[in-house]
């Protein structure tokens, strides 16, 4: 087996915990099925269980479970894996995987179940196997065998990381690195992660909440000739983050981005086939890595939007510049996510559910058809595509579309051509969409298939320039209010590879 090493100044680290301190424990209310305590070996209706190996005890077991049962090793000495057996509380019809037998029927606590591949035997036959293959995802987990971990920091700061990685010599082993928040999606998150931890290795599992995604991605420079996968839990947002990491990191070879979609809009991983959002009654997490495990490469054109500030002398600085994957949106649009953005900030802890920030949306869009604050936006603005300069007609917002999808789910462009004049949209074709909007009530009609957009155009390159006074203006759902004058230069940045259910495209890298 080849061992990967990191010769280079670490900048960022795989963070690793110290098992030896105990399990990871979160409290259950109520079991949802018949559980028995690992250490008393009673039945108990709520407790303690640990999200690595899943392990149950009685909340006022806690300390003496942590010293009496060991948890899922991290890290593992010898050239193989070994079952990590947990006593009791096996899935309904299990059965041993060495004898065929039923197992785990007794009327208490009986049989173990292996915290690595998932199967269950008895007590008697687990001898006869000791070595565990990682079960139906062995293809998607770093086998504790393979890890080499370290002390580092400082005296009274210091944390174990992952040091070193081997290769298991698996076919196809393509690992999945997880990356969420678990403050996202209504704490969601916390439960998505933790069902994570319970079927990978938990260093596979980066919350984004403790570390940002560089930590994540520094398994590629662990295993730089293995393509990882990375699942990313959260919103376009979080996806956005991600690629930004991974453009920064200049990977030799970049992973492959998947998405699990906690957010309110999810336009992203509704063109890629994700869906428009999950929740953890939609499916099992099993289920959620066979879909990763099938999912076919495709591209994504990322756009550079550089905005620069106009002074009364010949000269332009340079203001900002960020990236767009989604669309940029410059009006009566961006003015909604702007209004939205701001109650947000002020009241946290109403926006916690996606049905709720839908309609808020609904509410700050209807609010505008009376106050109708960005109207004459033709004036204030000039557009020019690919260099040509458009002669707008009354319209209170432009929006740039890199992706079909807009808005939540509404596709306004659609895929018909236009006399032969505009193709099909599509998000790895090297051209935009531009569109402009009538009003606030214009937008509502488009989410309900009641009007068509006004199609400005596709290009290659845009170019807006705000001419007079403040303009909302809004980058893949980041808003701010736009003073003049300024010039927006949106041109092609790159193209990332990302994993598609949608089977729209296979791309071969």
């Given at each position: 087996m080849k061992i990967y090493r990191r010769y280079r100044l670490q900048h960022y680290e795989v963070p690793a915990r110290d098992v030896r301190k105990g399990h990871r424990w979160y409290m259950v209310d109520i079991f949802p099925e018949l559980i028995y305590c690992s250490f008393s070996h009673d039945r108990i209706k709520h407790g303690a269980r640990c999200d690595s190996c899943g392990l149950c005890v009685d909340e006022s077991y806690m300390k003496a479970a942590n010293k009496k049962f060991p948890c899922k090793p991290l890290t593992e000495s010898g050239p193989v894996t070994h079952h990590h057996w947990i006593q009791g509380n096996l899935p309904l019809y299990s059965k041993c995987f060495v004898c065929g037998d039923d197992c785990g029927i007794l009327p208490h606590i009986s049989d173990v179940r292996c915290a690595w591949c998932g199967r269950s035997a008895h007590e008697n036959c687990i001898y006869m196997k000791e070595e565990c293959d990682m079960g139906e995802f062995r293809s998607s987990i770093v086998p504790p065998h393979c890890i080499k971990l370290t002390?580092?920091?400082?005296?009274?700061?210091?944390?174990?990381?992952?040091?070193?990685?081997?290769?298991?010599?698996?076919?196809?082993?393509?690992?999945?690195?997880?990356?969420?928040?678990?403050?996202?999606?209504?704490?969601?998150?916390?439960?998505?992660?933790?069902?994570?931890?319970?079927?990978?290795?938990?260093?596979?599992?980066?919350?984004?909440?403790?570390?940002?995604?560089?930590?994540?991605?520094?398994?590629?420079?662990?295993?730089?000739?293995?393509?990882?996968?990375?699942?990313?839990?959260?919103?376009?947002?979080?996806?956005?983050?991600?690629?930004?990491?991974?453009?920064?990191?200049?990977?030799?070879?970049?992973?492959?981005?998947?998405?699990?979609?906690?957010?309110?809009?999810?336009?992203?991983?509704?063109?890629?086939?994700?869906?428009?959002?999950?929740?953890?009654?939609d499916m099992a997490i099993s289920t959620v890595l066979h879909q990763v495990e099938k999912a076919e490469p495709d591209m994504l054109d990322r756009w550079n939007v550089q905005i620069t500030r106009k002074r009364k002398y010949p000269v332009l600085i340079q203001n900002k510049s960020m990236i767009m994957n989604n669309y940029a949106s410059i009006g009566v649009d961006a003015l909604v996510t702007l209004n939205f953005h701001k109650q947000r900030e002020s009241r946290p802890w109403l926006f916690t559910h996606r049905l709720i920030n839908k309609l808020c949306y609904l509410a700050f869009g209807t609010k505008d058809v009376v106050g109708r604050e960005c109207c004459n936006l033709h004036k204030k603005i000039k557009l020019e595509l690919d260099g040509r300069v458009l002669h707008l007609p009354d319209i209170e917002g432009v929006v740039i579309l890199n992706i079909p999808s807009w808005g939540g789910g509404c596709q306004p462009w659609g895929t018909e051509t236009e006399n032969g004049r505009l193709a099909v949209p599509s998000y790895n074709d090297g051209l935009l969409e531009v569109m402009g909007l009538y009003s606030s009530f214009h937008i509502a009609q488009l989410q309900v298939g009641l009007a068509q957009p006004l199609r400005l155009g596709q290009a290659k390159k845009v170019k807006i320039t705000i001419l007079k006074g403040k303009v909302p203006m809004q980058v893949?759902?980041?808003?701010?209010?736009?003073?003049?004058p300024v010039e927006i230069e949106v041109t092609h940045h790159s193209t990332v590879r990302l994993l598609s259910k949608s089977g729209r495209q296979n791309i071969n890298g």
């Open positions: 002390w580092t920091g400082i005296k009274g700061r210091r944390h174990l990381v992952v040091e070193s990685v081997n290769h298991p010599g698996y076919k196809n082993w393509s690992p999945v690195i997880v990356v969420g928040n678990r403050k996202s999606g209504n704490n969601e998150g916390e439960l998505i992660l933790r069902d994570f931890r319970s079927v990978l290795n938990p260093t596979q599992v980066i919350d984004l909440n403790d570390v940002p995604p560089e930590n994540g991605l520094e398994w590629c420079h662990l295993l730089p000739d293995i393509t990882f996968r990375v699942l990313v839990c959260g919103g376009d947002g979080s996806v956005g983050w991600v690629l930004n990491a991974i453009n920064h990191l200049q990977l030799k070879n970049p992973p492959l981005v998947a998405i699990l979609p906690l957010g309110t809009g999810n336009d992203l991983s509704r063109v890629l086939g994700w869906g428009e959002g999950h929740t953890m009654h893949d759902g980041e808003p701010w209010e736009q003073s003049s």
